[in-house]
Nanobody, 115 residues
Framework: QVRLVVSGGGLVQSGGSLTLSCAASGIIFSAATMGWYRQTPGKQRELVATITSAGVLNYADSQKGRFTISRDNAKKTVYLQMNSLKPEDTAVYYC?????????WGQGTQVTVSS
């Protein structure tokens, strides 16, 4: 079955950086659109960034210029480099894979940005 294992969350001060990783298995990774989403209590899960199999990038407006999504198909891993973090970036971050109109989700990882 599809498995997405997320790592790299934690506590960071405002203005700091974190990198999240998501290792995939059980899926043709190179053909999947990979993405990062986040959720805060009481709110819907929202898009952070996606990267298609062709390398086309899409970012939520609030992350443009601060976050970078990338993928390593050989390692079947997608990354989210987060710079200039703000307290409002505090959320649980989820990795997702989209293949044939089906979404697969990894476990969330908490990112907390202190002011």
């Amino acid at each position: 079955q599809v498995r997405l294992v997320v790592s790299g969350g934690g506590l960071v001060q405002s203005g700091g950086s974190l990198t999240l990783s998501c290792a995939a298995s059980g899926i043709i990774f190179s053909a999947a659109t990979m993405g990062w989403y986040r959720q805060t209590p009481g709110k819907q899960r929202e898009l952070v960034a996606t990267i298609t199999s062709a390398g086309v990038l899409n970012y939520a407006d609030s992350q443009k210029g601060r976050f970078t999504i990338s993928r390593d198909n050989a390692k079947k891993t997608v990354y989210l480099q987060m710079n200039s973090l703000k307290p409002e970036d505090t959320a649980v971050y989820y990795c997702a894979a989209k293949r044939s109109n089906t979404y697969y989700w990894g476990q969330g990882t908490q990112v907390t940005v202190s002011s």
